[in-house]
């Protein structure tokens, strides 16, 4: 059973400081193999990392003078996947390097993130129809801390982990944060955003220890954007705190979770080796968990999805869907996902 990746949407593929001037990072995305490039000038770019002369990925060649070099033969490519320059001809051949292009894809760097967008059709080199997330930062706010984990699994699973309140008291139980004794009933808000759905502005749990460090008046704000965008808004008084997660299919059965954390507090940084340690707790408590449950999946088992606390699973996939009739029908997407509550125990 092969997985079938939403398109025409940007994926979160590298932190802007992982790609250095010169450098070439390969890297799976949806299952096709990128080059992830940075020019000399700074300038990032995203190609098919295949040489389109003899299928040579081309980040096994360097950067030069704003092109890409193969290894194999030296034909060059510009960041815009047209091809420069093929050393071997003499001119006489009738041979029209221009004409040549390896796929490209477009890419964005902001807040010091490169995100990746994924076309439908991709030879096709039309302009994308869609956005990056927003986030609610400044448009100068650098990431304060980046954690990724690579899940063994496909992209849902991975999704439905992160939008899933139940497993909470379970799978992050540790003494700092809660256990499976304080669940309590909860009731949350819900409302719709353009590719997604937002847990409304709310005071988080009292028994969470860790919001309680943060000190002043403390609310948050969790929403969920197609493809598979989670972000976490937290204010506290003056402060504020941006955590984001991003999950990218490499494969169908691998799927990376990237935590990004953005935050206005100049006193963490002495404490950032515990806030790492933490993020890193986290996610891998959720990748052990998605690694127990890959050897149930192996059976191909029916899966349930109950009232309320797996509603937002079902919402996702209800987006899903929508998202990609209304790309198929190349019309506006409709969000499915009402305003509502939600009720559950954790
Ligand atoms: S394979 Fe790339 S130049 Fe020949
Ligand atoms: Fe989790």
Redesign the pocket.
Known sequence: MSVEFLRNLWYFALPARALRKKQLVHKLMLGEPILLGRTEAGDAFALRDL??????P?TA?RILDGTVE??????RFKPSGQCAF?PSLVGEEGVEPSKIRVRSYPLIERNGLIWVYMAQDPASGAAPTSEIPTLPIGADAKPRLIEAQMFPCEIDHAVMGLMDPAHGPFVHKVWWWRSAKSIHAKAKKYAPIPRGFTMVSHKPSSNSFLYKLLGGDVTTEISFELPSVRVEHIRAGIHEVVGLTTCTPITDDETEVTQTFFWTMNWVAPFKPIVRHIARTFLGQDRTMVTIQAQGLKFDPRLMLIQDADVPAMWYHRLKKEWTTSQREARDFVNPVPETTLRWRS
């Open positions: 040489c389109p002369h003899r299928g040579v081309l060649g193969c290894a194999y033969h030296g034909w093929i």
